[in-house]
């Protein structure tokens, strides 16, 4: 894991850039603060604490976090949740395999699928 604060990768900037894509209230400002942030690895599974340097906050405090669900190599549901702090930042990437099982492909922006958070993790271009 990592002990300091470093550039996000591609994989984990991809997986950030896929949850901010669904329009959703506050989201045009949180992506104002991608340039800036770093992170530092927190959990084997790839959980990441975020810094951000700048942009601006979001309006809206988030009780519940943007989720993407994807599928691991063995069949299991991956959940992928980006947080916001009470001041509208952008503060954890959190990875989780709901069976709690070792992850064995780290998930990616191309497999994974966005759960609208407004909806009550209706999927995208669900009814």
Request: hydrophobic share 30%; charged share 35%; glycine share 12%.
């Amino acid at each position: 894991m990592d002990s300091e604060f470093r550039q996000l990768d591609a994989r984990e900037r991809g997986l950030l850039e896929k949850l901010l894509e669904a329009d959703f209230s506050g989201r045009d400002e949180l992506r104002t603060q991608l340039d800036s942030l770093t992170a530092k690895q927190i959990e084997e599974d790839g959980t990441l604490s975020l810094r951000c340097g700048s942009g601006r906050p979001s309006p809206r405090k988030y009780k519940l976090p943007f989720e993407g669900i994807c599928k691991d190599a063995d069949g299991g549901t991956i959940s992928i949740l980006l947080h916001a702090d009470k001041d509208g930042f952008l503060s954890m990437l959190e990875i989780i395999k709901d069976d709690g099982s070792p992850i064995i492909n780290p998930p990616t922006a191309r497999d994974m699928e966005n759960l609208l958070p407004e909806c009550g993790g209706r999927r995208e271009g669900q009814g």
